[in-house]
């Protein structure tokens, strides 16, 4: 009778602490509560890689740690990649904070977005992480809707790469003939595809500079595709310097040996389907021919 009674308590006692810790300010799950930021950080023929932050809330009056963290990313329910945590999120007492998680979305599924011609992609993600509350540990659901723009992220990542010179690089710069009848300069490039999928270079109209003169206009000599077993391709860009006063400034600064120039205009790409387009400059020393 004795160790009945014993049971009882214990459980009462037991029901009336968990009770009273979820009813408290200790006891209150974290809220994962919306989706502030996400960026493009690798892209291949298999998948892009994305960084996705979200805002969290932590209305405890202790610390909180959230375990690690595995979500499903899905489009009009049709599940398109995952978002993962390995690491714990560590919440000070009553904090918000925003947190990073990896993800990986399928490239495929990516172009048949941009078949269905859409720039912006509802994106859902969902799924269940724990809390560790200390006493206890609770279960906190996650399921957050984002809007996605894809062609926008997708821009950002090619700019920079393609200022860092990993799609592009000048392989010369000549200054083919001057003369007061029609002179023209060729700049000389190669085009890299480091991502395993299709890339489109449609044009580039620009304008070329001289030592700072504004000296013709040009473009490509012709569309470059590099399909996924194509490393690189050469091409060109052709400038017709038809200025009769730039081109006489030229021979002064031909007898001096040294002719800079800088180009300005728009990069216009097509990329998993996606028209991509953005300022560029090359820039470097004209060699006379």
């Known amino acids: 009778m004795i160790k009945f009674l014993f049971l009882v308590v214990s459980a009462v006692v037991l029901f009336w602490a968990v009770n009273t810790f979820l009813c408290s300010p200790k006891g209150i799950a974290p809220e ?28 405890n009056d202790t610390d909180v740690e959230i375990d690690a963290v595995y979500l499903n990313l899905l489009i009009d329910k049709d599940t398109i990649g995952t978002a993962f945590r390995t690491e714990e999120i560590k919440m000070k007492k009553f904090d918000t904070s925003t947190v990073s998680f990896f993800a990986h979305l399928n490239t495929l599924k990516a172009i048949e977005i941009a078949s269905k011609e859409k720039d912006t992609i509802d994106l859902n993600m969902k799924g269940k992480v724990s809390a560790d509350l200390g006493l206890i540990t609770m279960p906190v659901e996650v399921d957050l809707n984002h809007q996605f723009d894809l062609q926008k992220e997708l821009t950002k990542t090619i700019e920079k790469d393609t200022k860092n010179n990993k799609l592009l690089k000048v392989q010369s710069a000549k200054l083919n003939s001057v003369s007061l009848g029609k002179s023209t300069v060729e700049v000389a490039f190669n085009l890299t595809n480091p991502y395993g999928i299709d890339i489109l270079l449609k044009d580039y109209p620009s304008q070329i500079f001289i030592n700072e003169n504004k000296s013709g206009e040009g473009n490509i000599s012709s569309e470059i595709k590099l399909e996924k077993e194509n490393a690189n391709a050469n091409g060109s860009v052709i400038y017709e310097l038809s200025n009769i006063k730039t081109i006489s400034s030229l021979f002064g600064s031909i007898l001096k040996r040294k002719l800079e120039y800088h180009t300005v205009g728009i990069l216009n790409l097509e990329v998993l389907g996606y028209s991509v387009q953005f300022p560029f400059n090359f820039k470097g020393e004209l060699v006379i021919i």
């Not at 509560?33 to 809330?57: G, M, P, Q, R, Y």
């Open 32 to 59: 994962i509560i919306e989706v502030t930021n996400i960026k493009i950080l690798k892209l291949n023929s298999d998948s892009l890689k994305l960084d996705i932050s979200v805002f969290a809330l932590n209305k």
